[in-house]
């Protein structure tokens, strides 16, 4: 099972997410996006948690101050993205076609129990 994680910023729910799956001994392999710059693809598959407007983070100050923070069409949002990808929410976890945003141990406890069924 890889586990890939997608962070902009380092805040709590990344270190919680990171501790969880240390803690199981789940490898993870981690995505800076201040360094990974993500591709369409890439982007699109992250965007089936729940559309790409699920994961701007519209909470942060810098994200408000970004016009993209106020797109509501995928296709407006997509090129934002591409060019500026800490408008995303910290962390997004990726376990194949699976998608997470935030903080969802319920979710990612789910998946290890499903892997680990003969």
């Not at 902009?8 to 995505?31: G, L």
């Not at 910290?90 to 406890?109: F, H």
Request: a positive charge.
């Amino acid at each position: 099972m890889t586990i890939q994680l997608y962070v902009s910023k380092k805040n709590f729910d990344v270190q919680k997410a990171e501790r969880f799956f240390k803690e199981r001994r789940i490898t993870v392999q981690v995505m800076d996006l201040k360094k990974h710059r993500l591709g369409e693809r890439e982007v699109q598959a992250l965007s089936r948690a729940g559309g790409l407007s699920a994961l701007i983070d519209r909470e942060d100050k810098r994200v408000k101050e970004h016009p993209a923070c106020y797109y509501d069409r995928d296709s407006l949002l997509l090129p934002a993205v591409l060019e500026c990808p800490w408008l995303l929410k910290a962390p997004i976890v990726r376990c194949g076609n699976r998608v997470t945003v935030g903080y969802q141990p319920d979710t990612w406890t789910a998946w290890l129990e499903e892997q680990a069924k003969p």
